[in-house]
Antibody
């Protein structure tokens, strides 16, 4: 199970930190991602972290503004979002999977709204 | 980046109909394709992985085929609970993971 938290309202230029708590599987063995979905739009992958945390990727749309991290002792993956823009408004999903385990399994999502 | 072109963007069908959705990759991705179902207000759920394999617990009316650049997702005998948006997703060239634009399925 994956449970996201930390969403809410942020001002343009502001920051927000999302967390995803994992349970029911060996978290430290799995890659993790963040995928977002703007209101009424499709799915956009934004970040990946390998099982050990040594390999990280970002979509161009968030590179330099967002930072993914994980704590395998606490079974959590986080997304630090800085310099937020209106276009970052979306439901943010954490999803297990990636290069090794290629099927994505998703949390229920958390809504981030960027507005003044 | 690999672009995934999914069609149609929406479709309306009757209960019992056969429904087909296509997904075309901008380059050869072998069989590195998954299909997801997303119901309103819910997270996506995998139905088909590796282009043609049915995820455990998914009804057999769902199927997938194709390889290379052209893929097809089929629902045989549409049920009312199949109302959802369907997405293809490639993982051959990572990063990034890329998704099709989605197909919104409605019941007539």
């Amino acid at each position: 199970q994956l449970v996201e938290s930390g969403g809410g309202l942020a001002q343009p230029g502001g920051s927000l930190r999302l967390s995803c708590a994992a349970s029911g599987f060996p978290f430290s063995s799995y890659e993790m991602n963040w995928v977002r979905q703007a209101p009424g739009k499709g799915l956009e992958w934004i970040s990946y972290i390998s099982s050990g945390g040594s390999t990280i990727y970002y979509a161009e749309s968030v590179k330099g503004r967002f930072t993914i991290s994980r704590d395998n002792a606490k079974n959590t993956v986080s997304l630090q979002m800085n310099s937020l823009r209106a276009e970052d408004t979306a439901v943010y999903y954490c999803a297990r999977g990636g290069i090794v385990a290629t099927i994505l399994y998703w949390g229920q999502g958390t809504l981030v709204t960027v507005s003044s | 980046d690999i672009q995934m072109t999914q069609s149609p963007s929406s479709l309306s069908a009757s209960v019992g109909d056969r429904v087909t959705i296509t997904c075309q990759a901008s380059q050869d991705i072998s069989n590195s394709l998954n299909w997801y179902q997303q119901k309103p207000g819910k997270a996506p759920k995998v139905l088909i992985y590796d282009a043609s394999n049915l995820e455990t617990g998914v009804p057999s009316r769902f199927s997938g085929s194709g390889s290379g650049t052209d893929f097809t997702f089929t629902i045989n005998s549409l049920e009312p609970e199949d109302i959802a948006t369907y997405y293809c997703q490639q993982y051959d060239d990572f990063p990034p993971i890329t998704f099709g634009q989605g197909t919104r399925l409605e019941i007539k």
